[in-house]
């Protein structure tokens, strides 16, 4: 079973459970938004995370066009601060990226078993990144980052269907080919010879 490294560990709280009802937000919480390219094109399907030295971390999923918005505990924002940024590109094993709610669901799915890391250490772990940010009290809405590639190969892509699934399919689609064959005509000639009746 995969583990999350210890520091991401700090991610947790924030992208799994948010706040509990009646929990009050964290304190002075500013914009953070920006965009996330890979040699200048939009990295769809990154993830991209901000831990301060203390508190709660923020992340965002990477949309289609590279941009991103922070939440911190299901709050949009972040406090004013300095952070370590990590951006991370994990391949799951059924060819596409793994957002931050599959790779930190309470319950895994199939794709993140054998998912893979396709960034370096020096961005995709928070313990070796060299990205950092100063976020201001007035926030930053163009924290823009392009980082240089190229890619680590992709995991192997699992089939969706276990033998037994294809198995079953298979015999369905015999079972609806046969649905659609003619019925079978009798075949012409004589029938079978009578026995002889015993003579009186």
Same mark, same amino acid.
Request: charged letters at 20%; aromatic letters at 4%; proline letters at 15%.
């Given at each position: 079973?995969?583990r999350?490294?210890?520091?991401l560990l700090? +991610?947790?709280?924030?992208l799994?459970?948010g706040?509990?009802p009646?929990?009050a937000p964290?304190?002075r919480?500013?914009?953070?938004?920006?965009?996330?390219?890979?040699?200048?094109?939009p990295l769809?399907?990154?993830t991209i995370?901000?831990?301060?030295?203390?508190?709660?971390?923020?992340a965002?999923d990477?949309?289609?066009?590279?941009s991103y918005? #922070?939440?911190t505990?299901?709050f /949009?924002?972040i406090? =004013?601060?300095?952070?370590?940024?990590q951006?991370?590109?994990?391949?799951?094993?059924?060819?596409k990226?793994?957002s931050l709610?599959?790779?930190?669901s +309470?319950?895994?799915p199939?794709?993140? #078993?054998?998912a893979?890391?396709?960034l370096?250490? /020096?961005y995709?772990d928070?313990?070796?990144?060299?990205?950092?940010?100063?976020?201001?009290?007035e926030?930053?809405t163009?924290l823009?980052?392009?980082?240089q590639g190229?890619?680590? %190969?992709p995991?192997p892509?699992?089939?969706?269907?276990?033998k037994g699934e294809a198995?079953?399919?298979?015999?369905d /689609?015999?079972?609806?080919? %046969?649905?659609k064959?003619p019925? =079978?005509?009798?075949k012409?000639?004589?029938?079978?010879?009578?026995?002889d009746e015993?003579?009186?």
């Open positions: 079973m995969l999350p490294a210890p520091l700090a +991610l947790i709280p924030a799994v459970s706040c509990q009646g929990e964290p304190p919480l500013v914009p953070v938004k920006g965009k996330v390219t890979l040699d200048g094109k769809a399907g990154a995370g901000l831990l301060p030295p203390t508190g709660s971390a923020g965002s990477v949309g289609p066009d590279g918005e #922070i939440s505990l299901g /949009k924002g406090p =004013a601060g300095e952070y370590v940024v951006i991370s590109y994990k391949m799951g094993s059924d060819g990226p793994q709610g599959q790779q930190f +309470l319950v895994q199939p794709s993140m #078993i054998g893979k890391e396709l370096p250490k /020096k995709s928070f313990g070796a990144s060299e990205l950092r940010a100063t976020i201001p009290p926030g930053n163009a823009n980052f392009d980082i190229p890619l680590a %190969d995991p892509i699992t089939k969706g269907q276990d198995a079953a399919k298979g015999e /689609k015999n079972k609806a080919n %046969d649905e064959a019925p =079978a005509e009798p012409s000639g004589p029938g079978p010879k009578a026995k015993p003579k009186p």
